[in-house]
């Protein structure tokens, strides 16, 4: 009985900046691995980026250099920082973690997502 839940997301103007958080509730033993992907219409889920308990961080080529993960462990949440937006980066942007629940049972979560619209 573990939950993912999205926030932060919207529509803002390409070149702009959005935050975007993820909390994990529920029966929680522990969280590994914690990252973000996105879909955009008619489209694979694709990879954005990940960052493990330990802190280290990796990034599709298409977002480096733009997108910032952190987490905050003793929240189990996980943010994502996006800036210089551009249009390409439309989409549902969806949480994922590998976590142990209390029945000592690893499961990779997601979350129901949150669009991102980047337009003008």
């Known amino acids: 009985q573990v939950q993912l839940l999205e926030s932060g997301g919207g529509l803002v103007q390409p070149s702009g900046s959005l935050r975007l958080s993820c909390a994990a509730s529920?029966?929680?033993?522990?969280?590994?691995?914690m990252g973000w992907f996105r879909q955009a219409p008619g489209q694979e889920r694709e990879f954005v980026a990940q960052?493990?308990?330990?802190?280290?961080?990796n990034y599709a080529d298409s977002v480096k250099g733009r997108f910032t993960i952190s987490r905050d462990n003793a929240k189990n949440t996980v943010h994502l920082q996006m800036s210089r937006l551009k249009p390409e980066d439309t989409a549902v942007y969806l949480c994922?973690?590998?976590?142990?629940?209390?029945?000592?049972?690893?499961?990779?979560?997601w979350g129901q997502g949150t669009q991102v619209t980047v337009s003008s």
């Open positions: 960052i493990t308990s330990g802190g280290v961080a």
């Open positions: 529920g029966s929680i033993f522990s969280i590994n691995t």
């Open positions: 994922n973690a590998h976590i142990v629940s209390t029945t000592a049972t690893w499961r990779d979560y």
